[in-house]
């Protein structure tokens, strides 16, 4: 039973590109939550989905952040024209519903140059 | 103020030592408490829930205390492979998990 699955492990942006991360939910799990992890801080919250619904986007920057979790396929948190202070680990997390326990992905760390 | 603080440490203790951190949460409305352990670069994974009456689970005992609006986790006969950073984690009741920033532990030979 394959866990919660992220790809890719590490990318490296230049300033001004885009950024596109995926996450496979485990088997059975239609909900999803992204989280970031800057250097020495805790995990924040970005962003809640069901399958093609956003329910919770209050945790996602305004501008150049957004997410989806199309009917087929993964999920994807992209970042437009990516800055320095993008750099961090994007951490996806799956529940069979919203009330139980989130499994995490291995994470996808960001190094923006 | 952060919504979960920790003392970030590092602890480092030998082997066979009992070690014990805290956290403390500002939101008196939070419900679910939670530690999680995140070893370098990894993902979180739970390590145990934390109930309103104490709870233990093999070597490792977390308390919760409402009124002063604090978590603690105490290991017993630590391990080497206790070595990790410890996440102290609430959650209001909906979905947001709130994490702290970490507590390391360092186990030495």
């Known amino acids: 039973n394959a866990g919660v699955m992220q790809n890719p492990r590490h990318l490296v942006r230049r300033r001004g590109q885009e950024a596109r991360l995926r996450c496979s939910p485990m088997k059975g799990h239609s909900h999803v939550y992204w989280y970031r992890q800057l250097p020495e801080e805790g995990l924040k919250f970005m962003v809640y989905?069901?399958?093609?619904?956003?329910?919770?986007e209050s945790g996602m920057p305004k501008e150049r952040f957004s997410a989806e979790f199309p009917k087929e396929g993964p999920s994807i948190l992209r970042i437009q024209q990516v800055v320095r202070g993008d750099s961090a680990a994007y951490f996806c997390a799956s529940s069979p519903d919203f009330l139980n326990e989130q499994y995490f992905g291995p994470g996808t760390r960001l190094t923006v140059t | 103020r952060k919504e979960v603080e920790q003392d970030p440490g590092p602890f480092n203790v030998p082997e066979g030592a009992t070690v014990a951190f805290n956290c403390t949460y500002s939101n008196s409305a939070s419900q679910s408490f939670f530690w999680y352990r995140q070893d370098c670069r990894k993902e979180p994974k739970l390590l145990m829930s934390?109930?309103?009456s104490g709870n233990e689970d093999g070597r490792f005992t977390a308390q919760l205390n409402r009124a002063s609006q604090y978590i603690s986790l105490l290991i017993r006969d630590s391990k080497l492979s206790d070595s990790a950073t410890y996440l102290c984690v609430v959650r209001k009741g909906d979905y947001k998990l709130s994490f702290g920033a970490g507590t390391t532990v360092t186990v030495r030979a």
């Open positions: 934390v109930y309103s």
């Open positions: 989905l069901q399958k093609e619904n956003i329910i919770d």
